[in-house]
C-alpha cells in the first residue's frame, strides 16, 4: 500500500513538471490576448501608440507594457497621457502578474471592471484624469498589496466602499473631484501606512472622523471644496492640510498647532469664527496659511494681534485673510513677519488707520491686498522698495493725500487697483515706468491734472485703464494710440477736453470706450471704424457736434451705444444696431433727425441730462400727472403695500411711481423705511430714489409715493417665469447674462452689509424686486421691509428683532426668521434660494417642492456630478435665430471637446456651490456674501475665456 502511494505522489510530480512548460506558456500567451481585447476596446487612438502592438514585436517590447525578466509575463501597464479613448476590458483581470497600471491622463470611460479585484499582486494604480464612471468596485478589496490608489478627476458615483478597509498596505489614496458622495469612512484611520489622503472637490459631508488622528504617518491632506463641517485632528507628522470650501464653522483649533511639521495650513472659504491661535506661531515650517474668506474676527481693536506670534513662522511665503471681519489697526507688527513672505491678503476687512512704515521690510512681497477696508493718510513713499510686487490692491479705502511717486519703483507691476478713495493732485507720471502694467484703476478719487502722456504709452496696458469720476483736466493724449492691447478704456466723468483723439483707431482691441460726461468737442472720428471689437461705447454728455457716422451699423459686435446730450445733426441710419433702439441712446441732440420711430419717441421723453440728486418732494397733482390719473395703462405691478405705474415726469423723464395703500397696515412704516433706506444709498445695483410724495388727494385723503429710476425691462421674476401671453416678448436669459445678474446682486448686498455706515438687512429678496435696466443690469429694489441693524458692532451676523412677526416672501424666508430674528445671513439665504432659482429655472414654491425636498435639496443631491440634470439648459442655447433651431442642435455649440465641456461643467458646479452654501438651513453654516461677488467674477472670465 506504502509503494502504491509513493508512486501515486512521483506520477502526480512528474506530471506537474512536465505539465509547466505548456502552463507556464498558456498564461503568457493568455497575457497578450489580455492585451489584444485592451487595444480592441480603443476607439481613438491620435498618437498611434497601439501601432507597435502587433505580431512583428513580442508583446513585452509594445509600448507600454512592462515584463518580468524572469517569467515573461505582464508586471506594469504603463500608459499616461496617451490621449486614448475607449473603456477597460474585463480581460485586464487576467494579467495576474501585474503590480502596475497607470492610465493617468487619457480618456477612458465606463466602469471600472470588478475583475480588477483579481490583480492580488497590484500595487500602483492610477487612473487619474479620465471620464470613469460607475461605482468604485467592491472588488479592488482583494488587491490587498496595493499601495496607492489615485484616480482623481473621474465621474463616479456613491460613496468610498467599506470593503476597501482591507487594504491595510495603502500609502497614497488620491480621490479629488470624483463626485463621491457620504462620509469620509472612519475605517481610514486604520490605515496605518496612509502618507497622503487627497478627497477635494467631491460632496462628502459629515465631519472628519476622530480615528484619522491615528494615521501618524499622514503628511499630505486635503478635502477643499466638500460639505464638511467639523475638524479636531491631531496629525503630528501633518506636513499639508487643505479643507477650503466646506462648511466647517466654529473656532480654528488650537490643537492644530501640535502638527509641529505642517507647511500649508488652507481653510479659505467657510464659516470659521473667533481669531487665529496664538501658538501658530510654533509651526516653523509654515509656508502657506490661508483663512480667506470666512467669519474670522470680532470687527474691534485688537482682533489682528496674533500677527506678532507668526513672526516666529520664519519660512511663511503666503498669508491670507481677506474677506473676514478683522477691525483694528493694521498693527506694526506687520514689519516683523517672515522676509519670504511672497502674498499678503488682508483685503475686505475693516482695518483702519494707517499703512505701517514697516511694511518696506517684507522685501518679496509679489501681492499686497487690502482693499475694501477703512484705511486712510497716506500711501507711504517706502511702498515703492517693494520692488517685486505684481499686484497691489489698495482701492475702496479712505487713503487721502498724494499717490506716491514712488510707486514707479514697482517696475515688474502688473495690476495697480487704487479707486475709491480720496487721492488728490495729479496722476504721477512715474507711473510710466511700470513695463509690465496690464490693468490700472485710480477711478473714484479727486485726482486732478492732466493725463500724464508716460501712463498712456504703456503699452502693456491690456485688460483696462480706469480713471473715471475725477477731475482730470487737458486732452486726451494723443500717445493713447499706444494701448494697442487694452480691452477696456474709461476716462468718463472728468472735465476734459479738446478732440477725441484719432489716434484711437490703432487700439484695436478695444471692447469698451468711456468717454461720457467731459467736454470733448470736434467731430466723432472717422478712425474709430477701425475698432472692429468695440462692443460698449459712450460718449454721452460732451460737446460734439457733426453727423453720426454711418460706419456705427458696420461694427457688428457693438451692442451699446450712447451719444445722449452733444450736438449731433443730420440723419440718422436706420442699419445695425441703430435697428435696436434699447441698444443706442442719442436724447439731448435736437437735430437729429430719421432714423426708426421708436428711438425718437424715447429722445422726447427725456430732454435733459439725467441727475443723481433728489428732487424736491413732487405734488399729488404731478404724481397724478405723470401717471395719467394713475391709468390701467400705466399699471406695471403690484405689491402688498403699494402699486408700481410708470409715469412720466414733468422733465420729460420716464420713472417707476410707487403709490403706497396706506390702508393696508404697515404700509405707513414701510414707506418710511424705504426712504430711509434709500435716501444715502449710491450703489449702482440698487435701484435709486428720485423723489417723493408726501400729500394728500382731491379728497383730502393721506397720499404717498416714491419716485424710482425707470426699468426699462422690468423685474427679474418676469424673465424666469413669462406668462403664456408674455412668453415671446420675454427671451430666455443666456448664461452670461444669468452671470451678471447674480454678480450684481451680491454687489448690492455686500455693499449693504459691509460698506455703507450702517449695515442693512433687505428682509425681501426675490426676483420680482430685483429689476433689470436696458442693459440688463440688475439693480435690487422694494426695500420697505428693510432693516437697519445698529446695535452690533460685535456679532457677525448681526442679529434684530423684528417687532412685527415674519416677514417676507414664501420660499424666500430664513427659516430662523419665524422667531422675528433679523440678519444679514437671512439676507444670505434668500440670495442663495435666488441664485438656484435663476440656473434652476424653478420657483423655491414649485409644485415639486414638497415633502422632504426643497429647491436646496434638489440642488445638493446633484452636486457635483449631475448639475446639468437640475439646470435650465436653455440658457446655454445661442440666443440669435429661431428657437427651434437650437433645440435640435448640440446644447454645446461653443465647445470642441470633451475637456471643454466638463471644465463649463465645473464652472456651473462652483457656481450652484455657492447657491447651495449660501442656502443652509442654519444660519452659522451660511458663508457671507464678502467673497461671493469675487469668486463669481472668477467663475464669468472662465467662461469668457471659453468661449473666446
Not at 98 to 110: D, E, P
Request: proline fraction near 4%.
Amino acid at each position: 500500500m506504502e509503494h502504491r502511494v509513493l508512486n501515486s505522489k512521483w506520477f502526480v510530480l512528474v506530471h506537474v513538471l512536465w505539465l509547466a512548460p505548456s502552463l507556464e506558456s498558456a498564461t503568457i500567451e493568455a497575457d497578450k490576448l489580455a492585451l489584444l481585447d485592451f487595444k480592441n476596446h480603443l476607439t481613438q487612438d491620435p498618437l498611434q501608440i497601439m501601432s507597435s502592438w502587433n505580431d512583428s514585436v513580442h508583446f513585452c517590447n509594445w509600448v507600454g507594457v512592462t515584463c518580468s525578466p524572469s517569467n515573461g509575463r505582464v508586471t506594469v501597464l504603463k500608459l499616461e497621457s496617451k490621449q486614448l479613448v475607449g473603456s477597460i476590458p474585463a480581460s485586464i483581470g487576467n494579467l495576474t502578474n501585474l503590480t502596475g497600471i497607470n492610465l493617468f491622463q487619457n480618456s477612458f470611460h465606463g466602469q471600472i471592471p470588478e475583475e480588477i479585484g483579481r490583480l492580488q499582486k497590484l500595487q500602483d494604480l492610477n487612473l487619474t484624469y479620465n471620464y470613469l464612471s460607475g461605482k468604485i468596485p467592491t472588488n479592488l478589496s482583494h488587491c490587498t498589496e496595493l499601495r496607492s490608489f489615485e484616480a482623481s478627476a473621474n465621474d463616479f458615483i456613491g460613496q468610498i466602499p467599506d470593503q476597501l478597509i482591507s487594504l491595510t498596505k495603502l500609502e497614497i489614496i488620491r480621490l479629488g473631484t470624483s463626485n463621491l458622495t457620504g462620509n469620509i469612512p472612519a475605517w481610514v484611520g486604520n490605515l496605518s501606512s496612509l502618507q497622503v489622503l487627497l478627497l477635494a472637490r467631491n460632496n462628502l459631508h459629515g465631519s472628519i472622523p476622530n480615528e484619522l488622528g491615528q494615521l501618524s504617518a499622514l503628511g499630505f491632506f486635503t478635502l477643499y471644496e466638500n460639505f464638511i463641517s467639523d475638524v479636531g485632528l491631531t496629525l503630528p507628522n501633518l506636513k499639508i492640510f487643505a479643507g477650503g470650501v466646506n462648511y466647517f464653522t466654529g473656532s480654528i483649533p488650537v490643537s492644530l498647532s501640535n502638527a509641529s511639521n505642517l507647511q500649508v495650513l488652507d481653510f479659505a472659504e467657510n464659516g470659521l469664527t473667533g481669531t487665529i491661535p496664538e501658538n501658530f506661531g510654533s509651526l516653523k515650517d509654515l509656508v502657506r496659511l490661508n483663512f480667506d474668506q470666512n467669519e474670522l474676527g470680532s470687527r474691534e481693536i485688537g482682533d489682528l494681534n496674533f500677527l506678532k506670534f507668526l513672526a516666529n513662522c520664519t519660512s511663511l511665503e503666503v498669508l491670507g485673510l481677506a474677506q473676514n471681519g478683522f477691525g483694528g489697526e493694521m498693527p506694526i507688527s506687520i514689519a516683523n513677519l517672515s522676509t519670504h513672505l511672497r502674498i499678503l491678503t488682508m483685503g475686505d476687512n475693516l482695518m483702519h488707520g494707517n499703512i505701517p512704515v514697516g511694511i518696506e521690510n517684507l522685501v518679496n512681497l509679489s501681492l499686497l491686498g487690502l482693499e475694501g477696508n477703512k484705511l486712510s493718510g497716506r500711501v507711504p513713499e517706502v511702498i515703492g522698495r517693494l520692488n517685486k510686487l505684481e499686484g497691489l490692491e489698495l482701492n475702496v479705502n479712505k487713503f487721502s493725500g498724494f499717490m506716491p511717486s514712488s510707486l514707479g519703483n514697482l517696475t515688474v507691476l502688473s495690476r495697480l487697483l487704487m479707486e475709491e478713495n480720496r487721492f488728490e493732485g495729479s496722476i504721477p507720471p512715474s507711473l510710466g515706468n511700470c513695463k509690465k502694467l496690464q490693468v490700472l484703476n485710480l477711478s473714484s478719487n479727486n485726482l486732478n491734472g492732466t493725463i500724464p502722456k508716460e501712463v498712456v504709452s504703456l503699452s502693456s496696458l491690456s485688460i483696462s485703464l480706469v480713471m473715471s469720476h475725477n477731475s482730470l483736466i487737458g486732452s486726451l493724449p494723443p500717445e493713447v494710440g499706444k494701448l494697442t492691447n487694452l480691452v477696456e478704456l474709461d476716462v468718463s466723468y472728468n472735465r476734459l477736453s479738446g478732440e477725441i483723439p484719432s489716434s484711437l483707431d490703432s487700439c484695436i482691441r478695444l471692447e469698451r470706450l468711456y468717454l461720457g460726461n467731459n467736454s470733448f468737442k470736434g467731430t466723432i472720428p472717422v478712425s474709430l471704424k477701425s475698432l472692429r471689437g468695440l462692443a460698449e461705447l459712450d460718449l454721452s454728455c460732451n460737446n460734439l457736434s457733426g453727423k453720426v457716422p454711418q460706419f456705427f451699423s458696420k461694427l457688428l459686435s457693438l451692442r451699446h451705444l450712447n451719444l445722449s446730450y452733444n450736438e449731433l445733426d443730420g440723419e440718422i441710419s436706420r442699419e445695425g444696431i441703430f435697428a435696436n433702439a434699447s441698444a443706442i441712446s442719442i436724447v439731448g441732440n435736437d437735430k437729429l433727425c430719421g432714423g426708426i420711430q421708436k428711438l425718437h419717441q424715447t429722445s422726447r421723453r427725456q430732454s435733459a441730462p439725467p441727475s443723481n440728486e433728489w428732487q424736491s418732494g413732487l405734488s399729488y397733482l404731478e404724481i397724478s400727472n405723470a401717471t395719467d390719473n394713475f391709468s390701467e395703462e400705466n399699471l406695471i405691478g403690484s405689491g402688498s403695500f403699494g402699486s408700481v405705474y410708470k409715469g412720466t415726469l414733468a422733465d420729460g423723464k420716464t420713472a417707476a411711481i410707487k403709490v403706497l395703500k396706506l390702508q393696508q397696515q404697515g404700509a405707513l412704516k414701510s414707506f418710511i423705511d424705504e426712504c430711509n433706506a434709500l435716501s444715502s444709498i449710491r450703489h449702482r445695483n440698487i435701484l435709486k430714489i428720485v423723489s417723493s410724495c408726501s400729500s394728500v388727494d382731491y379728497e383730502g385723503i393721506d397720499f404717498k409715493a416714491l419716485v424710482f429710476e425707470f426699468m426699462q425691462n422690468g423685474n427679474l421674476d418676469r424673465w424666469l417665469h413669462p406668462s403664456t401671453d408674455e412668453y415671446c416678448h420675454f427671451k430666455k436669459l443666456s448664461l452670461m447674462q444669468r452671470l451678471n445678474i447674480v454678480i450684481d446682486v451680491a454687489s448690492a448686498l455686500d455693499y449693504l452689509h459691509n460698506h455703507y455706515d450702517t449695515p442693512i438687512a433687505h428682509c425681501d429678496l426675490k426676483p420680482s424686486n430685483v429689476l433689470l435696466d436696458e442693459d440688463m443690469t440688475a439693480h435690487v429694489g422694494d426695500f420697505g421691509l428693510a432693516k437697519f441693524l445698529f446695535e452690533e458692532s460685535n456679532t457677525p451676523s448681526k442679529n434684530q428683532t423684528m417687532s412685527n412677526g415674519l416677514k417676507g416672501s414664501v420660499g424666500y424666508i430664513p427659516p430662523e426668521y419665524i422667531n422675528g430674528h433679523v440678519s444679514i445671513l437671512g439676507d444670505i439665504y434668500s440670495y442663495g434660494i435666488l441664485l438656484l432659482e435663476i440656473f434652476t429655472g424653478k420657483r423655491p414654491t414649485d409644485d415639486m417642492f414638497k415633502d422632504d425636498l426643497s429647491i436646496h435639496k434638489f440642488v445638493l443631491m446633484a452636486l457635483p456630478s449631475h448639475v446639468m440634470n437640475v439646470l435650465d439648459l436653455s440658457m446655454l442655447l445661442e440666443e440669435e435665430n429661431d428657437h427651434e433651431k437650437h433645440e435640435e442642435e448640440d446644447l454645446f455649440p461653443d465647445i470642441e471637446s470633451q475637456v471643454a465641456q466638463k471644465k463649463l461643467e465645473e464652472c456651473l458646479v462652483s457656481v450652484m456651490r455657492i447657491g447651495v452654501m449660501r442656502s443652509a438651513a442654519s444660519p452659522r453654516d451660511r458663508v457671507g456674501m464678502k467673497f461671493v461677488v469675487n469668486n463669481l467674477q472668477a467663475i464669468r472670465s472662465k467662461i469668457r475665456l471659453r468661449e473666446e
